[in-house]
């Protein structure tokens, strides 16, 4: 296949994948929730056949809002407070993120959200880890490869973060990549957990922060420059302080949309500058974990053909792509890689490019970063027919 064409959705679901950002109670089974909910007796919820049930996940997601985005998780968190729920939701996600070709993958969860059944939250922590091994393995059975580690997230809005990082050292060889915070940016910067961040910076541990989705530059620079962030979830504001012909590039890109224009591929790159802040991330080659239908969810991007992530791709920004939510973004990395195909005019090659970026930006160990690229995504792309000189620079 000629990589200047774009891939037919055979070779889409084919191609090896690497996620960095997707949200384990953002990802469960419509009818694992169903059944969850039998056992335990919760009652409470809106829809009760799995397809009515995730259809009004999808729907009350796509509001526009990420305050209304987040209540969508009420219900999937309700059925995360057992060991034994907790186990089959983290084995479920590897058998589906394996089935889609994922051969590495960071799943993030709050262990501070499953204690409502009296669970510890070293109980949480060591469920989930169980349930990531038994997916594996049974993965690995089914002829599929596939590494998935956890990334213990803290709220943005509670106080347990160092509580919380310190649980991500302590079974960071475990099976535990790293720490991230979430939830709603507005009102809640990241220099409320500055104390969580010095412990991990002291402790040599990597940390991602939500920044820049529903908030704006300050969101990303408190991240990077009072916080140290290793990478950025999402990270889709820092086109505001970038201009294409002099216009910044968030008015351009609705001009753009207004005006019926295709594709962010067709900005002449020479009429763009950079901010001092979007310089920055990108000379320092500070990833990117943008989630492209999520963001057009809450109201981060207009569409998929004008989301930000092919101008910054274009730009060379350590673009990485992911899912966010699975289960209320309907999507799936295969999803998210067709729309940029079908819909933003990406090759092959430019799916490759992204998955070593996010395989270089991976918080585990470099040479098992580079095992990865080397034995698995570089000789499987090059089966596929992809030529990666757009992977020269990451």
């Keep these: 296949m000629s990589t200047s064409t774009r891939p037919d959705a055979a070779t889409v679901l084919a191609a090896p994948k690497v996620l960095l950002h997707d949200h384990l109670d953002g990802g469960v089974r419509s009818q694992t929730i169903l059944e969850i909910a039998d056992e335990i007796g919760y009652a409470d919820l809106p829809a009760h056949d799995a397809d009515s049930l995730g259809t009004w996940f999808r729907e009350s997601a796509d509001s526009g809002s990420l305050e ?3 209540e969508t998780f009420r219900h999937t968190v309700a059925v995360m407070q057992t060991e034994a729920g907790l186990r089959r939701v983290a084995r479920e996600c590897v058998l589906d993120l394996a089935a889609d070709g994922v051969v590495y993958a960071e799943s993030r969860y709050a262990p501070e959200q499953h204690l409502a059944g009296g669970l510890r939250l070293e109980q949480v922590i060591e469920a989930v880890i169980a349930g990531f091994r038994e997916g594996e393995a049974e993965a690995a059975a089914a002829g599929h490869t596939i ?9 943005r809005h509670a106080a347990r973060s160092t509580a919380i990082a310190e649980l991500a050292v302590r079974y960071r060889d475990d099976g535990v990549a790293g720490f991230d915070i979430a939830g709603a940016e507005a009102g809640f910067p990241p220099t409320r957990h500055l104390d969580a961040f010095e412990y991990l ?38 086109v505001d302080d970038i201009a294409i012909a002099g216009v910044a590039a968030p008015l351009w890109i609705r001009m753009a949309e207004k005006n019926h224009i ?30 492209p239908t999520s963001n057009l969810q809450t109201g981060a991007a ?35 890689a067709q729309a940029l195909v079908d819909q933003a005019g990406w090759t092959l090659d430019d799916l490759r490019w992204v998955s070593i970026n996010a395989m270089k930006s991976a918080f585990i160990p470099f040479d098992e970063r580079l095992a990865i690229i080397e034995q698995q995504l570089k000789p499987r792309y090059a089966a596929l027919g992809a030529v ?6 990451g």
């Design 68 to 70: 209304r985005y987040l």
């Design 147 to 155: 590494r998935v580690t956890s990334l213990l997230t803290a709220m």
């Design 201 to 238: 910076r002291r402790e040599n541990a990597h940390f991602t922060i939500h920044a820049g989705e529903g908030f704006g530059l300050p969101s990303i620079w408190e991240a990077i420059q009072y916080c140290g962030a290793d990478r950025l979830g999402h990270g889709v504001r820092i």
């Design 262 to 291: 295709a594709s962010l591929d067709d900005v002449d790159l020479s009429s763009v500058r950079l901010g001092r802040l979007a310089a920055y991330v990108r000379d320092a080659r500070i990833p990117l974990e943008m989630c």
């Design 302 to 336: 207009p569409s998929i053909a004008l989301h930000p992530i092919t101008l910054l791709k274009r730009l060379r920004f350590r673009v990485t792509l992911n899912t966010d939510n699975r289960l209320m973004s309907n999507t799936t990395m295969s999803k998210e």
């Design 388 to 393: 990666g000189s757009s992977a020269a620079i």
